[in-house]
C-alpha cells in the first residue's frame, strides 16, 4: 500500500435486476434482464415503452431502509444501496470515522414534485407542502445521509447521465486529501415522468428491450435504482484486518464540447475521458481486462463509444459489455451501479454479459460478451459513463499486484 | 403552396424562437440545417413536434428528419403529399 | 501553495455584470422578490444560441465570460459550478406542459435545457473546453463544493487555472412555492451568478487569495459554529487577530441572524461586519456573491457605507472572513487575503 492509494471495502446495489448485490449477479447469471410494463410509475406511455423498475413499491423500500414511505423514491432507493454498501465494508460504527457521504441525482425529489405540480397547476396555494420540500437534489442525499448518521461531508453532484461516476471521483478526491477517512460514493435515480416523457421527446427510448452495441439497436430503456462504493484511504485500509475487494487506480473526466444532448462523432470527449483515466492507473491498453460500456443503446451513443474505444485500444479491444441491457439506464444512478459491478469483476473475476445482442455493428471490429462468467483473471476493468451536456466519465478499478 | 410555405415559415420562427429571423428572412429553398439557417438535431425534433400540432403528421423515425425538413419547400412538399394520400 | 482570483464576474440585482463595483450606497428594493440585472448577453452568445437559454444559463455564461476576460484567458483548465435549484425555470415549463397536454406532443428543448449542469455544459460549448467539468448541486454547500473541489484540483498540481462559480434563479413558481414556506418574512428573496478564474499563477487583475473554503453540516450549538471557525482559521495559521473584516450573511432574519450574532460578539468582538444579502437577496448560492464582494473589497481597499454593518470601515484590508448559513442547515467559512 503506497500512500495516497484509494481502497474500494464494499458496494451496494438496488435496481431492476436486484434488490442488493447478490441478486443483480444471479441475474446475470440466469441472463434474467429487467425490462418489463411499468407497474409502480403511472404514465399514458404505459404500454409504449418497457422500463427497468426496481421490484418493490415505496412502503417496501420504506421498510427496508427505514425511512418514511412518503418521501421521493430517489431517497429510498439511495438508502437502501448505500446501506448495504456501508455493511458490506464491515466498517462497524459509523460515527467512528469523518465519513462523506457523496450521492449523485439527476432529478431530485421529481417522482412527488410531479404530484404536487398537478395540484399547484389548478391553484398555486395547493398542493401538499411535504411533496416538494425535498424536491432538491441535495434533499436527496441529506435524507439518506440524516438517516445513516453521516454529516462530516454531504455532497451531491448532478452531471447528467455520468452524475455517479463524478460523485466517485470526488468521493477519491476527498480521501486524498484527507478532508475524510471514509466515503461512500455513487448515486440514485427513480424513474419519473419528467424523464420519461423528456427522453421521449429525443425519440431516443426503444421500445423493445434495448440492443447497446447491437447494429439493429434503436435507442434505450429507462431504469431506476442506486448504487454506491465505500472507499477508505491507505491510512485507514492499514488499520483494518479486511481484505478490500479492489484499488481505484484512475479516473477522469472530460467534456465532449460538441453538443448539448449528442456525443461527437469520434467521441473525442469519451476518448479524453478513457485515456486519462488510464493513464492515472499507469496502465496501458494491453493491461485492461474489461470494459463496463456506457452502451445506453442509442445509435449515437454507442457509435461514439465504440469508435473511441478503437482508437484507444486499436485491435486489441478487451472483452466489453453493457449491463444497462440488464439494468436499463438509471441515468445519475447507472455510474454507481456500474462501479460496484466494474468493482466486483476485479473482486470476483466476473464478465457480464450484454443481453440482446445478435448483430455486429458495422462501424465497429469488436462486438460484447454476450455470457456471463466468472474465475477470469480481472486485473483492470474501466467503467464509463458518458451524458448530457458533453459530460464525460471513465473510472478504472484495479486489483492490488503483490 | 406559397400560402402554405408561408405558414411555415411563421410557424418555423416562433416554435424554433429564432430571435433576430424574420419569417421572410427564410427563403423557400434556403437549407435549414448547418450553413443554411444554422438549425440542429434539436430543432429537428421540435419541427417533428410541429408537424404533428399542426398538421397530425406523425414521423416515427427521427433518422427521417434530414430529408423531410431541407428547406420550408421540401417540408411543404411533404405536408401536401400527406395530405392528398389521406384524401 | 497560493491559489490567485485571478478573474472574477457577476450577475445581480445590482449592475455588477456591466460596473464591475459595489454600489457606493445600498440600493432601496421595494420588493421581496429581487430579480436580476441582466446584461446584454449578445456580446458573449451567439444569438443562435440565446434563443434556447433560460435566465438561469444566460446569468451563469456572462458571469463566466467576465471572469474570463478579466483573468485574460481563453479556455479553462477545468469549469465547476454549483447549483442548488439547477434550471428551475425549464423545469417548470417542462413540467407544467408535460401535464396540461397529458404526456402528449412534448419537446425537448425545455427539457434538455432542464438538466442541472446545462450551465457548465454550456459555457464548455460555447468555449469547446474539453477539460475537466463539474456540477455541485447541494443547497446551501452548492457554492462552497465548486471552491473545494476547484482547490484540490489545483493542489494536485495537473492544472494551473480553473473556471468555478455559482448560479441560482428565482421563476414565478419558486417564488410561489418558497414564499408558502415563509421564507421571505423578514428578507427578500434573490437571485444571481457569480464566477471566478482561479490560478495557481497570479495574475494581472488578480483581486486576492483564496486561503480556504470548509463548510459544517447541520451544526447543533452556535458554540459548535464558533469552535469550528476558530479551528478553520488555524487551520491557515491565521488568529482571529489577524482577520480585518468579517463579512456575515445576514439576511434580518432573526432566528438566522443569531448565529452570526453570536459569532460576531463571541469569536470577533472588536471586528467590523459587512454584509451582503441586502444587495443580492437569500438563495442557496448567494454565498458566491458574497465572495465577489469580499474580493472586491480587498481588490479596492475599501469598504463602503452600502456594506458595512458594524464598526468602522478598516484602514488596511489584508485578509477577509466570509461566514455564511442557508437555512441555518448549511454553514460555511471562506477567507481570502490580499495577493
Known amino acids: ?402 | 403552396m406559397e400560402n402554405l410555405m408561408a405558414t411555415l415559415k411563421a410557424q418555423i420562427v416562433e416554435q424554433l424562437n429564432l430571435q433576430e429571423v424574420k419569417p421572410e428572412d427564410i427563403g423557400d429553398d434556403m437549407p435549414l440545417f448547418k450553413d443554411g439557417l444554422g438549425l440542429d438535431s434539436i430543432d429537428a425534433l421540435e419541427l417533428i413536434v410541429l408537424l404533428q400540432q399542426h398538421y397530425q403528421i406523425r414521423i416515427a423515425n427521427p433518422e427521417k428528419g434530414p430529408e423531410i425538413f431541407h428547406s420550408v419547400r421540401t417540408i411543404a412538399d411533404f405536408i401536401t403529399a400527406h395530405q392528398q394520400q389521406n384524401k | 501553495m497560493n491559489i490567485y482570483i485571478n478573474g472574477t464576474g457577476c450577475v445581480s440585482p445590482l449592475e455588477t455584470a456591466v460596473e464591475g463595483r459595489l454600489p457606493s450606497a445600498a440600493p432601496l428594493y421595494d420588493n421581496i422578490r429581487l430579480k436580476a440585472a441582466e446584461p446584454d448577453y449578445k456580446q458573449w452568445i451567439d444569438i443562435k444560441m440565446i434563443r434556447r437559454m433560460s435566465r438561469v444559463i444566460k446569468m451563469g455564461v456572462a458571469a463566466a465570460q467576465l471572469s474570463l476576460r478579466e483573468a485574460g484567458i481563453q479556455k479553462p483548465e477545468g469549469i465547476i459550478t454549483g447549483t442548488a435549484y439547477g434550471c428551475l425555470d425549464d423545469t417548470g415549463v417542462f413540467l407544467t406542459k408535460m401535464i396540461n397536454q397529458q404526456e402528449e406532443m412534448l419537446t425537448p428543448t425545455a427539457f434538455i435545457q432542464s438538466t442541472h449542469n446545462t450551465v457548465a455544459g454550456q459555457i464548455a460549448l460555447l468555449l469547446e473546453c474539453h477539460a475537466y467539468n463539474n456540477t455541485f448541486v447541494h443547497k446551501g454547500f452548492s457554492f462552497e463544493h465548486t471552491l473545494i473541489d476547484s482547490i484540490m484540483q489545483l493542489r494536485e498540481g495537473k492544472i494551473s487555472n480553473i473556471l468555478a462559480g455559482a448560479m441560482d434563479e428565482l421563476t414565478n413558481h419558486s417564488f410561489n412555492i418558497l414564499s408558502r414556506f415563509n421564507l421571505f418574512k423578514h428578507t427578500a428573496a434573490g437571485e444571481g451568478a457569480a464566477c471566478f478564474v482561479l490560478s495557481t499563477e497570479k495574475g494581472p487583475n488578480a483581486v486576492a487569495k483564496l486561503k480556504g473554503v470548509s463548510v459544517l453540516y447541520k451544526p447543533g450549538s452556535y458554540e459548535e459554529v464558533a469552535a469550528d471557525i476558530v479551528g478553520f482559521l488555524a487551520a491557515y495559521n491565521c488568529s482571529q487577530e489577524d482577520i480585518d473584516l468579517v463579512i456575515t450573511g445576514r439576511n434580518g432574519d432573526p432566528a438566522g441572524d443569531a448565529w452570526y450574532e453570536h459569532v460576531e460578539n463571541n469569536v470577533f468582538p472588536s471586528l467590523p461586519v459587512a454584509r451582503f444579502k441586502h444587495l443580492c437577496g437569500e438563495y442557496p448560492t448567494a454565498s458566491a456573491f458574497g465572495t465577489w464582494m469580499a474580493g472586491r473589497i480587498i481588490a479596492s481597499q475599501e469598504v463602503t457605507p452600502a456594506v458595512l454593518f458594524k464598526g468602522n470601515a478598516p484602514s488596511a484590508i489584508k485578509k477577509v472572513l466570509l461566514y455564511n448559513h442557508h437555512d441555518a442547515s448549511h454553514h460555511s467559512m471562506i477567507l481570502l487575503s490580499i495577493c
Open chain 1, 1 to 402: 500500500m503506497s500512500g495516497n492509494d484509494v481502497w474500494v471495502l464494499g458496494g451496494g446495489v438496488i435496481c431492476g435486476i436486484g434488490n442488493n448485490v447478490r441478486e443483480c449477479i444471479t441475474s446475470f447469471r440466469q441472463m434474467k434482464p429487467g425490462m418489463a410494463t411499468m407497474q409502480y410509475l403511472s404514465s399514458t406511455h404505459r404500454d409504449s415503452f418497457p422500463v427497468v423498475e426496481v421490484k418493490a413499491d415505496n412502503a417496501t423500500l420504506a421498510a427496508k431502509s427505514g425511512l418514511p414511505a412518503h418521501i421521493s423514491r430517489t431517497a429510498l432507493l439511495s438508502a437502501v444501496a448505500a446501506k448495504e454498501a456501508w455493511e458490506s465494508a464491515q466498517l462497524g460504527n459509523i460515527r467512528e470515522y469523518r465519513v462523506g457521504l457523496v450521492s449523485a441525482n439527476t432529478v431530485g425529489g421529481m417522482d412527488k414534485t410531479e404530484d404536487f405540480f398537478a395540484e399547484y397547476l389548478q391553484d398555486n396555494q395547493s398542493g401538499r407542502l411535504r411533496d416538494v420540500v425535498n424536491h432538491e437534489c441535495g434533499s436527496i442525499t441529506e435524507l439518506v445521509a440524516d438517516a445513516l448518521g453521516i454529516r462530516h461531508h454531504v455532497s451531491t453532484i448532478s452531471t447528467a447521465c455520468s452524475s455517479s461516476a463524478n460523485a466517485i471521483m470526488y468521493g477519491a478526491r476527498l480521501l486524498r486529501n484527507n478532508l475524510v477517512d471514509v466515503v461512500i460514493a455513487g448515486g440514485t435515480d427513480a424513474l419519473t415522468r419528467f424523464t420519461l416523457n423528456g427522453f421521449n421527446t429525443l425519440m431516443i427510448l426503444d421500445q423493445q428491450a434495448c440492443r447497446p452495441f447491437d447494429d439493429t439497436r434503436t435507442g434505450l430503456n429507462l431504469g431506476e435504482g442506486a448504487g454506491y462504493i465505500v472507499m477508505v484511504s491507505d491510512a485507514i485500509a492499514q488499520k483494518m484486518d479486511i481484505k478490500p475487494w479492489c484499488k481505484l487506480t484512475g479516473y477522469a473526466n472530460a467534456n465532449d464540447a460538441y453538443h448539448q444532448t449528442a456525443s461527437s462523432p469520434d467521441g473525442i470527449g469519451n476518448y479524453l475521458a478513457m485515456q486519462q483515466a488510464m493513464e492515472m492507473a499507469g496502465i496501458g491498453p494491453e493491461d485492461m481486462s474489461y470494459i463496463n460500456l456506457h452502451g445506453t443503446g442509442t445509435l449515437n451513443n454507442d457509435l461514439s463509444e465504440g469508435t473511441a474505444i478503437q482508437r484507444l485500444f486499436g485491435n486489441a479491444v478487451p472483452p466489453v459489455s453493457s449491463t444497462k441491457s440488464f439494468t436499463g439506464h438509471t441515468l445519475g444512478a447507472s455510474g454507481g451501479i456500474e462501479a460496484v459491478f466494474a468493482a466486483l469483476a476485479v473482486k470476483e473475476g466476473y464478465l457480464y454479459p450484454n443481453a440482446q445482442f445478435s448483430h455486429q455493428m458495422k462501424e465497429l471490429s469488436f462486438s460484447p460478451v454476450t455470457t456471463f462468467s466468472e474465475g477470469n483473471v480481472i486485473n483492470n476493468v474501466m467503467s464509463n459513463s458518458f451524458g448530457f451536456g458533453g459530460n464525460c466519465s471513465s473510472l478504472v478499478f484495479s486489483k492490488e499486484i503483490s
